[in-house]
């Protein structure tokens, strides 16, 4: 009984690395399929002729392989887009978005649009949640059965279950327990996650050497917000998503910030801090509900300009920013930055008090090792990311031990 035990434990992390390495290669070869995953030839063999079988791969024809080879044609495998259909939702300061992928990962309906989070109720929350995911089914075709998961994303603090969004800066409204929700109304899996983890995930999936081992995705928006890779794996809390950054105090007693706290960095470093700070007014004034990218942009030329309030407002965001990040590096040593979202169009007006505030932290005694790279658009990474982690809950949970026989031991 155990060697059957351990044969179907092989049997399922074998075909789980095969499908992983299509995934993420796209069009791979039998060849280059040994040499991704370290099984041999016979193994490969046998794998991908069973889920060319089951429906999960399919071979690739020499016209639609992207790379070209000399000599004799090697046939490649791709995933069958017709094998599943997976779902995302966005729920962001103002903006709501659902989008259908196939198995390949590629959109089959999108819809977006916007809606005013900082006014709406719990049940206006829901009520627009699930009206928008009947929408863009019937754009696509497809009815709650044909989903075999959903990611939804969220601005905000969500539970380490992944099922219930505990609080958020975009609505007053907390706790709210959408997996729960949504899984008694539409009857396919659901997981809710932190939109930062989110950007984190498709970051790693876009450049695997960079973003591998550890590294931190910081989103400069109206919030400032956190993904964190330790030693290759997500990091969440016990209790929540964790990762708030933003929320990490600067000034103890500062100033004013969204979440009601005062001295936290966002309050010196978010957009509407920036822009407060620039504008004279006390930092103990409410936060402008959702500052703009272009009015951030305009600051920042103002601040290119030369000396003054605009420039010193930038100067202090960066320092807030970097003594954060260096306190941070100091638990767990230097690792690459991505910078994300709209504070990156002013970033040459922050990065040198960032650096100057990690070189005064023992965190920043490494300081060489600490490298930033730019995304100004967050919202492709959260929807990429997104989809990947429901992608591959079907290829772990569903797919890698063989759909057929899932279903019947759940049956």
Same mark, same amino acid.
């Given at each position: 009984?155990?060697?059957?035990?351990?044969?179907?434990?092989?049997?399922?992390?074998?075909?789980?690395?095969?499908?992983?390495?299509?995934?993420?290669?796209?069009?791979? #070869?039998?060849?280059?399929?040994?040499?991704?995953?370290?099984?041999?030839? #016979?193994?490969?063999?046998?794998?991908?002729?069973?889920?060319?079988?089951?429906?999960?791969?399919?071979?690739?024809?020499?016209?639609?392989?992207?790379?070209?080879?000399?000599?004799?044609?090697?046939?490649?495998?791709?995933?069958?887009?017709?094998?599943?259909?997976?779902?995302?939702?966005? !729920? =962001?300061?103002?903006?709501? #978005?659902?989008?259908?992928?196939?198995? $390949?990962?590629?959109?089959?309906?999108?819809?977006?649009?916007?809606?005013?989070?900082?006014?709406?109720t719990r049940d206006?929350?829901?009520g627009s949640v699930?009206?928008?995911?009947?929408?863009?089914?019937?754009?696509?075709?497809?009815?709650?059965?044909?989903?075999?998961r959903m990611t939804?994303?969220?601005?905000?603090?969500? /539970? #380490?279950?992944?099922?219930?969004?505990?609080?958020?800066?975009?609505?007053?409204?907390?706790?709210?327990?959408?997996?729960?929700?949504?899984?008694?109304?539409?009857?396919?899996?659901?997981?809710?996650?932190?939109?930062?983890?989110?950007?984190?995930?498709?970051?790693?999936?876009?450049?695997?050497?960079?973003?591998?081992?550890?590294?931190?995705?910081?989103?400069?928006?109206?919030?400032?917000?956190?993904? =964190?890779?330790?030693?290759?794996?997500?990091?969440?809390?016990?209790?929540?998503?964790?990762?708030?950054?933003?929320?990490?105090?600067?000034?103890?007693?500062?100033?004013?910030?969204?979440?009601?706290?005062?001295?936290?960095?966002?309050?010196?470093?978010?957009?509407?801090?920036? !822009?407060?700070?620039?504008?004279?007014?006390? /930092?103990?004034?409410?936060?402008?509900?959702?500052?703009?990218?272009?009015?951030?942009?305009?600051?920042?030329?103002?601040?290119?300009?030369?000396?003054?309030?605009?420039?010193?407002?930038?100067?202090?965001?960066?320092?807030?920013?970097?003594?954060?990040?260096?306190?941070?590096?100091?638990?767990?040593?230097? $690792?690459?930055?991505?910078?994300?979202?709209?504070?990156?169009?002013?970033?040459?007006?922050?990065?040198?008090?960032?650096?100057?505030?990690?070189?005064?932290?023992?965190?920043?005694?490494?300081?060489?090792?600490?490298?930033?790279?730019?995304?100004?658009?967050?919202?492709?990474?959260?929807?990429?990311?997104?989809?990947?982690?429901?992608?591959?809950?079907?290829?772990?949970?569903?797919?890698?031990?063989?759909?057929?026989?899932?279903?019947?031991?759940?049956?």
């Amino acid at each position: 009984m155990t060697l059957g035990v351990r044969h179907d434990d092989l049997r399922r992390r074998n075909r789980a690395m095969v499908i992983a390495a299509i995934r993420r290669e796209g069009q791979p #070869s039998r060849t280059d399929l040994v040499s991704r995953t370290g099984l041999s030839h #016979s193994t490969i063999s046998a794998i991908s002729s069973d889920l060319i079988a089951e429906g999960v791969l399919r071979p690739v024809k020499t016209g639609e392989n992207e790379i070209v080879r000399r000599g004799r044609p090697q046939v490649s495998l791709g995933l069958e887009p017709k094998a599943a259909t997976v779902l995302t939702v966005v !729920l =962001l300061l103002n903006t709501l #978005s659902a989008t259908v992928f196939d198995y $390949a990962g590629q959109i089959v309906a999108q819809r977006r649009e916007r809606l005013a989070t900082l006014g709406a109720t719990r049940d206006d929350l829901v009520g627009s949640v699930m009206r928008m995911i009947a929408a863009v089914l019937g754009d696509a075709g497809r009815v709650p059965k044909d989903i075999m998961r959903m990611t939804m994303a969220v601005q905000g603090i969500t /539970d #380490s279950d992944a099922r219930t969004m505990l609080w958020t800066p975009i609505t007053p409204e907390s706790d709210i327990p959408f997996a729960d929700i949504l899984e008694k109304h539409f009857a396919f899996p659901v997981t809710v996650q932190n939109d930062c983890n989110m950007i984190a995930v498709a970051l790693r999936a876009r450049d695997p050497e960079r973003y591998r081992d550890n590294f931190v995705t910081l989103l400069l928006s109206n919030g400032i917000g956190m993904g =964190l890779v330790l030693r290759g794996e997500l990091f969440t809390g016990a209790y929540s998503s964790g990762g708030e950054f933003g929320h990490m105090v600067h000034r103890p007693g500062g100033a004013l910030c969204r979440c009601g706290r005062r001295g936290c960095i966002e309050a010196y470093a978010g957009n509407y801090a920036i !822009l407060r700070e620039a504008a004279g007014r006390s /930092d103990q004034t409410a936060a402008d509900a959702d500052v703009d990218p272009q009015t951030m942009l305009e600051l920042a030329n103002d601040a290119r300009a030369g000396e003054g309030p605009a420039r010193d407002a930038f100067r202090r965001a960066g320092e807030a920013i970097g003594y954060g990040l260096g306190s941070l590096f100091a638990l767990i040593d230097p $690792a690459p930055v991505a910078i994300v979202g709209p504070g990156t169009l002013a970033f040459d007006m922050m990065e040198p008090s960032i650096r100057d505030a990690i070189a005064q932290t023992a965190g920043g005694q490494h300081d060489a090792a600490i490298s930033f790279d730019l995304e100004t658009d967050e919202m492709p990474l959260i929807l990429e990311g997104s989809a990947r982690r429901a992608l591959e809950a079907v290829d772990n949970e569903l797919f890698a031990p063989g759909y057929i026989a899932t279903m019947q031991a759940t049956s």
